[in-house]
């Protein structure tokens, strides 16, 4: 009897799991309320619990005038979607809350928050407090895009609910901040998006903030220093050529991959030779961009040394290519040459935007231009590197700036005089 009495409650209570389990019991509960017609049950895991509470507590719906549009031809999985320019001051209206605040929950799905003002939002607030410059802001900047579950358009009045900016979070804080400086010259750039199909918003999403990144080096290309470089390197010829920028010779034949300079490895080359700091054009080279249009690639410098640190270093690795300096020195490419500059001029070194220093470097082409000559050059300036090293080639003893000072006074000593080390005729 205690047997199947234990059975019975063991029976009941799997019957109440099951039902519990099944919802059949809630499905009971509320038919019986005679107020619906068809009840459905549907579980869910904690994920989706965690998704359908962001989604009521973000569903905001804002209503604004969009007028300057064009309807984007139909997409699978997007009921609508629209691209084109918004007033900066209506698109401020969509961020505000009740209370005069950005609303932050409108950034749930963007892959970065706010960064404050790092650089280029620095940039962004002074595109907008120019005069001039603010009337271009829509084709300087790469726009917001909305993404709403439920888009509604009558004319050029538009209702969304439930939306989501997923790209453009440092511009929709910029603008906001600026808010009280906002007038109607300014234009923001909007791609509005209507669907319900979570893999569509997380598809967008991905290709919207994936781009390529673009280096603070990669811009100097665009500034007129840059471009007089590029210009000025482009007239030299029969084995003296250098190309600045890489991609853009990439479906060029004929082109000598070796020959183009990057802007990361010109600006360490320069600083090495010029500058005399080899020991920052690695783990300190953050420190060196910031001397951008004041040591390096000020507008007043002259041409001629940025041409010599690039086709030093272009001899130099082509060395190293080709065996002909031991791999051994690799770790202190650039300090072989502020030293070969050293062995090759000993005079001492111009101010970087007069005439001595076009001078200057003409001497020291004449040099490097000779293979033989800059051969021995690099040969007797590693030769520098390796007494200075005493046998240590480990990064962490040569790229410091002990090691650079002991470089620079073993070169300037009587030890100079040594027959190995000698200026080469």
């Not at 280096?215 to 007239?235: I, P, V, Y």
């Not at 991609?247 to 070796?258: P, V, W």
Request: proline content about 4%; glycine content about 4%.
């Amino acid at each position: 009897m205690i047997r199947s009495r234990n059975r019975t409650q063991g029976a009941t209570k799997f019957r109440n799991c099951y039902r519990v389990l099944t919802g059949a019991a809630a499905v009971s509960d509320v038919v019986g309320l005679r107020l619906f017609r068809d009840v459905e049950f549907t579980p869910v895991d904690v994920d989706l619990i965690q998704r359908l509470y962001n989604q009521a507590k973000n569903a905001v719906s804002r209503e604004f005038t969009f007028s300057e549009r064009t309807v984007i031809p139909e997409i699978p999985g997007v009921s609508e979607a629209y691209l084109g320019l918004l007033p900066a001051s209506e698109f401020v209206s969509i961020l505000a809350d009740d209370n005069g605040e950005i609303t932050k929950s409108l950034f749930y799905d963007n892959v970065r928050d706010f960064q404050d003002y790092n650089p280029v939002n620095t940039e962004i607030r002074q595109t907008l407090e120019s005069d001039v410059q603010r009337k271009r802001f829509s084709l300087m900047n790469n726009g917001i895009t909305i993404i709403a579950k439920t888009l509604r358009a009558t004319g050029n009045r538009f209702y969304i609910e439930d939306f989501q900016i997923v790209n453009g979070c440092q511009t929709s804080h910029v603008l906001f901040d600026q808010r009280d400086n906002l007038d109607e010259t300014i234009m923001v750039p909007l791609r509005l998006i209507a669907t319900q199909d979570e893999s569509v918003t997380a598809s967008i999403i991905k290709a919207t903030n994936r781009q390529t990144e673009v280096r603070e080096e990669h811009l100097l290309a665009l500034s007129d220093f840059g471009k007089k470089l590029e210009m000025f390197f482009q007239t030299f010829n029969d084995g003296k050529q250098l190309l600045r920028r890489s991609r853009q010779y990439n479906d060029l034949s004929g082109i000598e991959k070796t020959r183009i300079v990057t802007p990361a490895n010109l600006i360490r080359a320069y600083a090495a030779m010029f500058l005399e700091e080899p020991h920052r054009t690695t783990r300190n080279y953050a420190a060196l961009l910031d001397r951008v249009g004041k040591d390096i690639f000020a507008p007043e410098h002259r041409l001629e040394p940025y041409y010599v640190a690039a086709f030093a270093l272009y001899r130099l690795e082509y060395l190293f290519r080709n065996q002909a300096l031991d791999p051994k020195y690799k770790p202190a490419r650039y300090h072989i040459l502020l030293a070969s500059r050293l062995l090759a001029n000993a005079a001492s070194l111009p101010r970087p935007n007069s005439h001595e220093m076009q001078r200057y470097c003409e001497s020291t082409l004449e040099l490097l231009w000779d293979v033989e000559k800059a051969d021995a050059l690099f040969a007797k300036a590693a030769a520098v590197v390796e007494v200075v090293a005493k046998g240590n080639f480990h990064r962490d003893y040569i790229r410091t700036q002990p090691f650079t000072e002991s470089l620079k006074d073993l070169e300037r000593s009587a030890e100079m005089t040594h027959p190995d080390l000698t200026h080469p005729n």
